[in-house]
């Protein structure tokens, strides 16, 4: 059974930053494309970040590109978001996804976190 587990979200001032963490207790956790999601207060869950298997592919939605950042440290099993510049339009319950997809795409996998909040304030 895939588990994953959200941390690192706060309350943070616009332009401030944070450091999301995502752990998957998966011995496997390499042959996962990894996602981040987000909801705001309501709206539609919206892709955020994704990052492939390996780590050697990302892709980001408009809104966030050049702000925030995902990583994977596989031998960890953990995937991250940096969360730079923020903006009070980011506040939001941020998603760790994971799905055994090969190609990367903004599409959802099956698992899904119980997320993380994220408040940013003007």
């Known amino acids: 059974q895939v588990q994953l587990v959200e941390s690192g979200g706060g309350l943070v001032q616009a332009g401030g930053s944070l450091r999301l963490s995502c752990a998957l207790s998966?011995?496997?956790?390499?042959?996962?494309?990894m996602r981040w999601f987000r909801q705001a207060p309501g709206k539609e869950r919206e892709f955020v970040a994704g990052?492939?298997?390996?780590?050697?592919?990302?892709n980001y939605a408009d809104s966030v590109k050049g702000r925030f950042t995902i990583s994977r440290e596989n031998a960890k099993n953990t995937m991250y978001l940096q969360l730079n510049s923020l903006k009070p339009e980011d506040t939001a319950k941020y998603y760790c996804?994971?799905?055994?997809?090969?190609?990367?795409?903004?599409?959802?996998?099956?698992?899904w976190g119980q997320g993380t909040q994220v408040t940013v304030s003007s």
């Open positions: 990052i492939g298997r390996s780590g050697g592919t990302t």
């Open positions: 996804n994971a799905g055994s997809a090969v190609v990367l795409t903004t599409s959802p996998g099956p698992y």
């Open positions: 998966a011995r496997t956790f390499s042959t996962y494309t």
